[in-house]
């Protein structure tokens, strides 16, 4: 029996911070994080069969099939999080298509489960910067996120991973060309997104996150009514 009390969603453009936070949470709140991004990756390293299209899919920076998102969200749910009281979803759904069949999920497993959106919203041009300089670490099960902003640009090369010790590198997405397409893609899919959101009267609360992450997460731990 699941002990689930809100799923929450993390939407938001590529390299508005959903990771970031997310990992904020799960740190100090105990939450449990589902990022079909890290998720996608996991595959490709995997080699699996699905693996195989993923790659292919994200070396191309547009959005992985629906059917195959939903299957890896519905058997992450099943497996993962039976004592979690609040779950984020991080870049998940993407697509109305998706947010429909999350939304049955919901209906048929977590019927007593509330659900609620935050928009973390940036302009774009912060986005290039910080996905460009963006660096994270190679161990798949880890994918810690850093920023050679904050490491230094000289010295990310020589720094280890603080979670797990592994070597640090630049996800193979993060180049101008592939920022771009993801921004398109991401901008193509948005208002759909909300009105779908609006329509099912789920609340969607926008969230200023071009400022750091503490001011983001205190924000969160605001509408959350949450004292620390
Ligand atoms: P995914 O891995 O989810 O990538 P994304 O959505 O493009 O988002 P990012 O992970 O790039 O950004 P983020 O918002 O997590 O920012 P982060 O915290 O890292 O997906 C990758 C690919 O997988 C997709 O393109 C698609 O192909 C596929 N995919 C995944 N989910 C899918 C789905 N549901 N449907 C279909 N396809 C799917 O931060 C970025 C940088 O900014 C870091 O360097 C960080 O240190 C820095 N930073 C973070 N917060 C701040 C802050 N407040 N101030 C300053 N710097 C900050
Ligand atoms: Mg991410």
């Not at 749910?77 to 109305?96: C, E, K, N, W, Y």
């Not at 048929?108 to 300089?133: A, C, H």
Request: net charge negative; hydrophobic share 35%; proline share 2%.
């Amino acid at each position: 029996m699941s002990s689930i009390r809100q799923i929450i969603i993390f939407l938001g453009a590529p390299g508005s911070g959903k990771g970031t936070l997310s990992r904020m949470c799960v740190d100090k709140l105990d939450w449990k994080q589902l990022s079909t991004g890290d998720l996608c990756r996991q595959h490709v390293q995997a080699g699996t069969e699905i693996g195989k299209e993923i790659d292919f899919t994200l070396k191309s920076g547009t959005l992985v099939r629906d059917s195959v998102i939903i299957d890896m969200v519905a058997q992450w749910l099943a497996t993962q999080v039976q004592d979690a009281d609040s779950v984020i979803l991080d870049g998940f759904p993407r697509t109305v298509v998706q947010a429909r069949s999350f939304i049955a999920m919901m209906d048929g497993s977590f019927e007593n489960v509330t659900l609620k959106v935050y928009q973390l919203i940036v302009p774009d041009s912060e986005i290039v910067k910080r996905l460009s300089s963006r660096v994270v670490c190679s161990n798949k099960e880890c994918q810690a996120i850093y920023s050679e902003r904050l490491l230094g640009s000289s010295e990310w090369h020589t720094k280890k991973c603080d979670v797990c010790g592994h070597s640090l590198v630049k996800r193979n997405d993060d180049t101008v060309e592939k920022i771009h397409a993801r921004l398109v893609n991401y901008h193509h899919h948005i208002e759909q997104l909300l009105e779908y959101y609006r329509n099912i009267g789920c609340q969607v609360i926008d969230i200023n996150a071009d400022v750091p992450t503490e001011e983001i997460f205190q924000e969160i731990l605001y509408y959350e009514r949450i004292t620390q």
